[in-house]
């Protein structure tokens, strides 16, 4: 089943069109693709081709015109069926940037070609080595020389850069300023990868717990059109933050996903699996914890519906979106952990696929979003104490 062609789409049909897509890649596959460390290029093909991964691109541009809860449902179907959307999902939360801040003509040169699935926007880069989480200290600059900007610097955890047509950049283009404050000064850009020279722009592929195409790119003088700006000169960081919202409600699904496919696997085994001649799940030590993964899951999912109703209302929506992605991830991780307890040793043999699902879902407690910041933003923000970071 391929994507529908508007907006008038039940939940139960999308979450049917990706199961269908998703059934005809098995664990078998997953594992596959995770010995070898390679890109999943043909579930990703087979997502853009039937039209989910454009699901946010109106109508106007040949895509779907969904909301942002309705993209959340896509991607929690894909690591629900036991997949990693991690393969795919920067396009649906960096499309935000572009749709709110991008000219007409940006729209119209890019737009089209992604929800025809002949250009892949699946590269984000913003942290660097030395800055970290603290987005404001980035060095990359961009350098503007006459009508183009020539970019210097370096990017760490690029997902996808090899996979994608298209990079949405964060670069420093100033300094701070007293007027604006310490966000002030960054800028946004779409650089064209398939168009970057390889001594201006290399991109080293870095080895990691999970496979999740991740890499360093180095820029040395890349030189970007100036109409590659998105929006402003220095208001690149504003613009980023935009986004993050949507990737929190995103991120929330994927764990909600990877939650109930642990509980499912669980469940199922716990039923089945026979020791001291009657079934592990009857034993409460082994079922309370999955119950608990259970009530967190759908606890979770409220707040990430919650959060995903007033982003598609307009309406401010961070400290919900916040909050969806920390107790999502902390449901799924829960899960993940009762899960491979339920199977025992069984839960450590490659086969099982709950190793491979363990290792994808420990990532959300760390990006792109660290549990820490959240906390430490609901703190401040929220709670008014005082500021931490
Ligand atoms: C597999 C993978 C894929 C990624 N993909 C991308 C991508 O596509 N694009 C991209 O731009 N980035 C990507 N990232 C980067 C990711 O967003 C960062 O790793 C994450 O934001 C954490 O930043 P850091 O690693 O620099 O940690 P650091 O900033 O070094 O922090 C380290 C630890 O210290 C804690 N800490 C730091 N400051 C405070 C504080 N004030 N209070 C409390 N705790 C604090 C943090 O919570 C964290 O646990 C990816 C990372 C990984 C591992």
Request: aromatic share 8%.
């Amino acid at each position: 089943m391929s994507a529908p062609a508007t907006a008038e789409v039940t939940e139960q049909e999308l979450r049917e069109g990706v199961r269908e897509l998703c059934a005809r890649y098995p664990g078998a596959y997953w594992r596959q693709v995770d010995a070898e460390d390679a890109y999943p290029s043909e579930f990703v093909d087979a997502m853009t081709k039937a039209g989910w991964l454009a699901a946010l691109v109106p109508e106007e541009y040949g895509g779907a015109g969904l909301g942002i809860g309705h993209a959340a449902v896509i991607l929690e179907e894909v690591n629900r069926s036991g997949g990693n959307a991690g393969a795919c999902h920067a396009q649906m939360y960096i499309m935000g940037t572009l749709l709110r801040h991008g000219s007409d003509e940006q729209k119209q040169r890019y737009l089209p070609g992604i929800a025809q699935g002949e250009l892949r926007l699946q590269a984000f880069g913003v942290t660097e080595p030395d800055a970290g989480l603290d987005t404001t200290q980035i060095r990359t600059r961009a350098r503007r020389d006459d009508d183009r900007y020539v970019v210097s610097g370096q990017k760490i955890w690029t997902s996808r850069a090899e996979h994608s047509d298209l990079m949405l950049l964060l670069a420093r283009t100033s300094e701070p300023d007293e007027e604006h404050g310490r966000w002030y000064g960054l800028s946004t850009f779409i650089v064209d990868l398939r168009e970057a020279p390889t001594d201006r722009l290399r991109i080293v592929p870095i080895e990691t717990m999970l496979n999740h195409s991740t890499t360093e790119v180095f820029f040395d003088d890349l030189e970007i059109p100036v109409e590659n700006r998105i929006g402003e000169e220095g208001m690149g960081f504003r613009y980023i933050l935009d986004g993050m919202n949507a990737e929190r409600i995103l991120l929330a699904a994927e764990c909600v996903g990877d939650g109930r496919w642990f509980l499912e696997r669980a469940t199922e085994h716990a039923r089945e699996r026979v020791v001291f001649d009657r079934p592990i799940g009857q034993n409460q030590g082994v079922a309370f914890p999955l119950a608990w993964a259970y009530a967190r899951i759908e606890a979770a999912d409220l707040m990430r519906r919650h959060a995903a109703d007033l982003y598609e209302r307009g309406e401010k929506c961070a400290p919900q979106a916040n909050m969806a992605k920390l107790l999502a991830a902390d449901a799924s991780w829960e899960a993940a952990n009762a899960c491979l307890d339920t199977h025992g040793g069984l839960g450590f043999a490659r086969e099982f696929d709950v190793e491979r699902k363990f290792r994808e879902t420990r990532l959300y407690q760390v990006a792109p979003i660290s549990t820490n910041m959240v906390l430490a933003y609901l703190a401040q923000n929220v709670l008014g104490l005082p500021r931490s970071y």
